[in-house]
């Protein structure tokens, strides 16, 4: 089992910069992968990003250039750094930890989530 504590949401401007940070309750390099997903009102939750242990890492198209995921081992923490804020970005973010090779199912855990919102 693996316990994450998300922290770093708030109200930004647009353009501005935010970094949310994940502490998972186990070693990463022990986590196959470890994702970002957000949930905006009224739509389906979404992958952001991804990383695995190998150093493999996936965005949305909607994020390529402005977001960047990764980690620090000593820390067992994930980030996710987020420049160039768009009001299209506000949504709940959500720290998931996958520990095999499928992403639903049993072997992943969520942490609780920590609102985003980017307005004037």
């Known amino acids: 089992q693996v316990q994450l504590v998300e922290s770093g949401g708030g109200l930004v401007q647009p353009g501005g910069s935010l970094r949310l940070s994940c502490a998972a309750s186990r070693r990463l390099f022990s986590i196959y992968a470890m994702n970002w997903f957000r949930q905006a009102p009224g739509k389906q939750r979404e992958l952001v990003a991804g990383l695995t242990n190998g150093g493999v890492s996936t965005y949305a198209d909607s994020v390529k250039g402005r977001f960047t995921i990764s980690t620090d081992n000593a820390k067992d923490t994930v980030y996710l750094q987020m420049n160039s804020l768009k009001p299209e970005d506000t949504a709940i973010y959500y720290c998931?930890?996958?520990?095999?090779?499928?992403?639903?199912?049993?072997?992943?855990?969520w942490g609780q989530g920590t609102q985003v919102t980017v307005s004037s």
């Open positions: 998931h930890a996958q520990l095999g090779t499928d992403i639903v199912g049993p072997g992943n855990y």
